[in-house]
């Protein structure tokens, strides 16, 4: 594993180097589009994935690969997720974010069998922060080893995305979290949430829309840290499962205090 760890690594590395970070507040017009209103896609989003997905193909011969813009293109990509070894890319998770000039934004990268994240890398190309995980062997961020932590607050901070949500649901998750949670601003960035729940900067995630590239990366970090990732009737987060909504949090208690608050 401690191998492959590192050949992953190498190759998110220079994606960064030789993609990604080249192109930095340097996007032409004509480099972006929008796949739906609000949601934007980059030349560098499609050049990442394309160069993610051969390297990747040849680490470990014979294992699917399913990228966020392949199943933009073609939905039956995403068919038949919970079978089988397979890799989940997200070329550039926070894309809006690299869009506009401005950090955070990451690669990230699991690698899953029957619907079990096994092994997981988030790679900050900006500042070169690695957070990685293999089930059962812990979190790290580099060679160090993590456990989360709550951020000790008089009210838990909690970043809920409330941007894929009924405008109702927003006032309903505001009323209920007053006097309770304290609501923090999200960073759009999947790869920059789950860290933060892990280093005592969040206690808690609130997720409404939760596909497979965004989630099962942070999700085994934050499982192998210490913390809860489930869905918000407490059933576990299962890559090929549907599903909508999910709370993150530092601590069980934590989660069991967010379910309860915004759920219950």
């Known amino acids: 594993m401690h191998r492959l ?10 994606v960064g180097a030789r993609i990604m970070m080249p192109r930095y507040r340097l996007l032409r017009a004509e480099d972006i589009r929008e796949k739906t209103p609000g949601d934007p896609v980059t030349i560098v989003d499609h050049e990442s994935e ?7 193909a040849a680490l470990l011969p014979g294992t699917r690969i399913v990228g966020e813009e392949a199943a933009a293109a073609d939905p039956a990509v995403l068919e038949g997720l919970g079978e089988g070894s397979l890799w989940l890319i997200d070329p550039l998770d926070g894309t809006k974010n ?3 000039g401005h950090p955070p934004f990451a690669i990230m990268i699991a690698l899953v069998h029957d619907g079990e994240c096994e092994a997981s890398w988030m790679l900050d190309p900006v500042s070169g922060r690695l957070c990685h995980a293999a089930r059962g062997r812990g979190a790290f961020i580099g060679s160090e080893r993590v456990a989360a932590r709550a951020s000790g607050g008089a009210l838990p901070l909690t970043a809920a995305a409330v941007y894929f949500m009924t405008e109702e649901r927003r006032a309903d998750i505001a009323a209920r979290a007053s006097g309770r949670l304290a609501l923090v601003d999200i960073p759009r960035c999947a790869g920059e949430q789950y860290p933060r729940l892990v280093l005592g900067e969040n206690d808690i ?9 965004d989630h099962a990366p942070g999700a085994l970090f934050l499982e192998e840290a210490g913390g809860r990732i489930a869905r918000p009737d407490g059933s ?7 599903g909508r909504g999910m709370i993150g949090a530092a601590t069980s208690a934590l989660w069991e205090e967010a379910a309860r608050i915004l759920f219950g």
């Open 98 to 100: 690299f869009s506009e």
């Open 5 to 14: 760890y590192e050949d992953v690594a190498a190759l998110m590395r220079e």
């Open 236 to 242: 576990p987060y299962r890559i090929g499962v549907p």
């Open 205 to 213: 995630a609130l997720f409404e829309r939760t596909l497979p590239w």
């Open 50 to 56: 394309a160069f993610l997905s051969e390297r990747l």
